[in-house]
């Protein structure tokens, strides 16, 4: 399974972004995937994930009504659009990708992960 992420980048505080993650493998459209983000010295955390049909989301409660996912699955790509940022929002964000049943929101259940791309809020 490959991840590649992108979309990370530069924007002040109340504006938006958009990451992609295009993902690649055997069955890739059956999977959960999950984003999650890390700051220098301090693990990472779970930020959404979306099942593989787009039935169920499930959102970390700090950005819960300003960051929406989605997925593609003719494209391979699942997309987080983020809104209302916060230069909490800070951070390397990292796409994954796991079979493991339900929605998880630990990174220990996701072994398939992108590179990750670095998203700066400035206030």
């Known amino acids: 399974v490959q991840l590649q992420a992108s979309g990370g980048g530069l924007v002040q505080a109340g504006g938006s972004l958009r990451l992609s993650c295009t993902h690649s493998?055997?069955?890739?459209?059956?999977?959960?995937m999950g984003w999650f983000r890390q700051t220098p010295g301090k693990e990472r955390t779970f930020v959404a994930a979306i099942s593989w049909n787009s039935g169920n989301t499930v959102y970390a409660d700090s950005v819960k009504g300003r960051f929406t996912g989605s997925r593609d699955n003719a494209k391979n790509t699942v997309y987080l659009q983020m809104n209302r940022m916060k230069p909490e929002d800070t951070a390397i964000y990292y796409c994954?990708?796991?079979?493991?049943?339900?929605?998880?929101?630990?990174?220990?259940?996701?072994?398939?992960w992108g590179q990750g791309t670095l998203v700066t809020v400035s206030s």
């Open positions: 493998g055997r069955t890739a459209s059956t999977y959960v």
């Open positions: 994954a990708a796991t079979y493991a049943r339900g929605i998880p929101t630990s990174s220990i259940d996701y072994p398939y």
